[in-house]
C-alpha cells in the first residue's frame, strides 16, 4: 500500500470521527505499515492537520466557534486513547467522572484514572493525568459510560444524589447506555441501584446486591 493511500485511509478514518477526537498509531492498524502509519502521521502534522499531543498521541483540533479559538483535547479523550495504545481498561476517578458529566463545578487539579494497566503520570500540555493501576476486579463492573456513572454516583454520595442529578444523568444517556446501565448496576448497593432505575425511567425495582 503506498504512502498516499495510507495517508487518505486515516485522513477518512479522521474526518469520520470528527473533530475533537485524539488518537494513536494503534487506531489505523488497517491503513498499512507501522512505518507507513508513522510517516503519514507525521506528514499530516506538518501539514498543520492534526496535532501531536505526546508520544503516540494525536489530536483532530476543534475550534469554538464563537470564539474563533482552538479548543484544548478532552480529558477523557486522552485517557482512553492512552488505554487504546496500552492495551488497558481506563476508569476515570470519582471527581473526574463527575466532572465530566456535568455534575460538579469543581475542576480536579489532577485528572485521576483507574486502569488495570501500569501506574504512571503523564503531561499533556497543562493537563496532568495520573493513572493509578488497581486489580481488574476492582474496577467498576460494565460498559465505560455505566462505570462513569457508578463512579459518579459513589463521589456524590446518597445525600446529594437527588432529582437535579438523575435528571442530567437521565438526559445525558441515550437509551441504549441506559439498558446498559440497568444491567451493570444489578450487583452495586441499593441506594446507587435505585438512583439507577430512576435514570433509565424505570418504575419497578432494580435487583440489587449488598456490596
Known amino acids: 500500500m503506498g504512502m498516499k493511500t495510507v495517508r487518505k485511509a486515516i485522513l477518512e478514518h479522521i474526518h469520520a470521527a470528527g473533530r475533537g477526537q485524539v ?3 494503534k487506531d489505523f492498524l488497517g491503513a498499512g505499515t507501522r512505518y507507513a502509519t508513522d510517516q503519514a502521521l ?3 502534522m506538518r501539514a ?3 496535532q501531536r499531543l505526546g508520544r503516540g498521541l494525536y489530536y483532530y483540533p476543534r475550534t469554538n466557534p464563537k470564539l474563533g479559538i482552538q479548543v484544548a483535547p478532552d480529558v477523557d479523550q486522552i485517557a482512553q486513547a ?3 495504545r496500552t492495551g488497558s481498561r481506563m476508569v476515570p476517578s470519582g471527581a473526574v467522572a463527575a466532572n465530566l458529566f456535568g455534575l460538579s ?3 480536579p487539579a489532577k485528572f485521576i484514572y483507574l486502569s ?3 501506574s504512571r503520570r503523564l503531561h499533556v500540555g497543562n493537563i496532568e493525568i495520573q493513572i ?3 486489580s481488574p476486579k476492582e474496577l467498576p463492573p460494565g460498559s465505560q459510560t455505566s462505570a462513569m456513572v457508578l463512579q459518579a ?3 456524590l454520595g446518597r445525600e446529594a444524589v437527588e432529582a437535579k442529578v438523575i435528571a442530567k444523568l437521565r438526559a445525558a444517556l441515550p437509551a441504549r447506555q441506559k439498558r446498559e446501565l440497568l444491567q451493570d448496576a444489578r450487583y452495586t448497593t441499593d441506594w446507587i441501584a435505585e438512583a439507577i432505575r430512576k435514570i433509565a425511567g424505570r418504575t419497578s425495582p432494580t435487583k440489587a446486591g449488598t456490596l
Open 153 to 155: 454516583l459513589r463521589y
Open 105 to 107: 463545578t469543581q475542576v
Open 23 to 25: 488518537f494513536t498509531p
Open 42 to 44: 507525521s506528514r499530516l
Open 116 to 118: 488495570d494497566g501500569r
Open 82 to 84: 492512552i488505554g487504546r
Open 132 to 134: 493509578k493501576h488497581v
Open 48 to 50: 498543520g492537520e492534526i
